[in-house]
């Protein structure tokens, strides 16, 4: 059996699993794999280890049934003595609930029988100290006390809270809390560090109950069934899995080691594209990249860095050439401006205060010839908060967006809850097709959150945690407005410097988003750019998706094998 351990490693590195993550680009979680293989491995260690299947077995060793008739003497002579109470007798184990097959001179026993299992005591936090002995509460060390509980280290089983069901081992001299159940053991009872992966590899829903507060009871967890080596191969059991643990945490780092290189390779020469000096610099750093294509793009976070620097290019001007007679972008930004006069002077929009000049030191890099840096108040028509009035559920109404509702640069329609066709704010707070929405209010990494609304005009509205931006679309297309905002840069030089957290969310308002500058292209270089993105996010995705299929492969291979080895 430990030669199935062995001969699959390249399965249990393979097998990595993506993680949960926010969206595309930067809004992905930095952590983008999990070692699945590595994870299974570990389980795949210990259920061989309780089935008497990882060491051989020695049929001089006295056993198991022996063990525990001593561990009933010693624990018959310890209630006697009023050193233990006396416990209800447990039931019989019957044949079926006998999961598996144990070798000769193993036995099947329930937990209650071989441990004297009793919550920890009650410490208020107010009287945890700075030094002292440790205290040990439902997943860990939380402080220092005055006082020990236990000399010896003990066995526990966390019982209250996200961890319940957890098997952990207590530093010795050690304060347990209420929130650990302990294992207490006898002078002849099983091997402490045996007991230990036993309580690892069982079923935690055998033993947790509820949902909203999950626990574990002493009453749930006496009746658990445990499989019992003799004494002497428990400590071979112990030996081998400390050593099989080892290798799991040299393969886990070395995982580690080997993604934080791959991912500092892709940063790297990804950085060179949008570096580059001029085209002759660009065009040598794309040949570069593209010959280890297949070595480079080997993750799914890769193809996330390589989405963040395809929006960088496109910003920065080197996607599309430039078309020396396209109308440069200092007449779009003159046609907004009486564009706005004129809305203005029929009472369409309120007037702004003007926005300061953008000065060299602002800006984060050279622009090509026609292009210019502008405020998005100045690329914009007019920005504003939506509606604070409360929502319902139901099918009569209007749509209110929400934050949530802003996902991968798009708005998401369905599912909203609805305000009053009648209500305050309405008409003008009605969402037009293409309006984007900038979420101004959230957690620190959603703050600076767009979408396009993609829905028809005067079917929807938005809630006053977001902000409506109106483009005048001859002269600003909203979607390069929308890639433009969704750049690790411009949330690095526009939006991060800004952040306020206030009652635990962060805050970046309109008025300081109406001073954020962005790079304005001409109008027809725009609209290609603004292709040439959707082209290549389309070609990201399909890697995303045939890198996924290969990753299901794996991490279906390890699961097969731990099925396998434990049928």
Request: proline content about 5%; some cysteine; overall charge neutral.
């Amino acid at each position: 059996m430990v030669n199935l351990i062995t001969e699959h490693m390249d399965i249990w590195t393979a097998a990595q699993i993506q993680k949960a993550n926010g969206g595309r680009g930067r809004w992905k979680n930095s952590n983008g794999q999990g070692p699945h293989g590595i994870k299974k491995l570990r389980e795949l260690i210990l259920e061989l280890a309780v089935r008497g299947k990882l060491v051989p077995q020695d049929p001089n060793d006295e056993p198991a049934s022996v063990l525990l008739e001593k561990i009933a003497k010693e624990k018959k002579r310890l209630i006697e003595e009023g050193k233990m109470k006396k416990q209800k007798p447990l039931p019989e184990i019957a044949e079926k609930e006998k999961k598996f097959e144990i070798p000769q001179g193993w036995e099947f026993v329930r937990l209650g029988e071989i441990a004297n299992l009793v919550y920890g005591k009650n410490l208020p936090t107010t009287k945890l100290t700075a030094t002292g002995f440790d205290v040990f509460g439902a997943n860990g060390i939380i402080g220092k006390y005055t006082s020990y509980i236990y000399k010896e280290s003990q066995v526990l089983i966390s019982c209250r809270g996200a961890y319940s069901g957890k098997a952990n081992m207590s530093p010795k001299k050690c304060y347990i809390t209420n929130n650990s159940i302990v294992c207490e053991l006898t002078k002849s009872s099983l091997n402490k560090n045996f007991l230990f992966l036993s309580l690892s590899a069982i079923d935690k829903s055998r033993i947790v109950s509820g949902s909203a507060q999950p626990q574990v009871t002493v009453a749930n967890a006496n009746p658990v069934i445990i499989s019992v080596p003799p004494i002497a191969e428990q400590r071979r059991i112990v030996a081998k899995v400390d050593e099989l643990m080892a290798l799991c945490d040299q393969l886990e780092q070395q995982q580690t080691d080997s993604n934080d290189t791959h991912r500092t390779l892709v940063e790297t020469l990804l950085a060179t594209l949008t570096n580059a000096a001029d085209q002759k610099e660009f065009a040598k750093a794309w040949q570069r990249i593209a010959n280890y294509f297949d070595t480079i793009l080997t993750t799914e976070q890769s193809i996330d860095q390589l989405e963040q620097t395809i929006l960088q290019l496109a910003v920065m001007g080197k996607l599309p050439p430039q078309d020396p007679n396209d109308e440069p972008a200092s007449v779009l930004l003159e046609k907004i401006a009486k564009e706005k006069a004129r809305l203005i002077k029929e009472g369409k929009i309120k007037k702004q205060k003007p926005l300061p000049e953008i000065d060299d030191d602002e800006k984060p890099f050279d622009l090509p010839e026609g292009w210019e840096w502008a405020r998005i108040g100045d690329a914009s028509l007019f920005t504003e908060y939506g509606m604070s009035e409360k929502t319902f559920d139901g099918i009569d109404g209007i749509p209110v967006l929400k934050m949530g509702d802003i996902q991968d640069g798009k708005v998401i329609l369905g599912g909203q809850k609805l305000v009053q066709e009648n209500v305050e704010g309405l008409p003008s707070l009605f969402l037009k097709k293409w309006d984007l929405l900038y979420n101004r209010t959230n957690s620190a990494e959603l703050v600076g959150k767009t979408g396009i609304y993609d829905g028809s005009d005067d079917a929807y509205t938005f809630a006053s945690y977001l902000v409506r931006i109106r483009c005048s679309e001859k002269c600003v297309h909203p979607k390069y407005l929308n890639l433009s905002m969704n750049t690790s840069l411009f949330r690095a030089t526009q939006i991060e410097p800004h952040l306020k957290q206030q009652c635990g969310q962060a805050n970046v308002n309109a008025t300081i988003m109406r001073n954020m500058i962005v790079p304005v292209p001409p109008i027809d270089e725009q609209h290609s750019i603004v292709a040439k993105v959707d082209e290549l996010m389309a070609l990201c995705d399909t890697l995303k998706a045939r890198l996924n299929d290969a990753t299901t492969t794996q991490v279906q291979l390890a699961d097969a094998i731990v099925e396998r080895a434990v049928a």
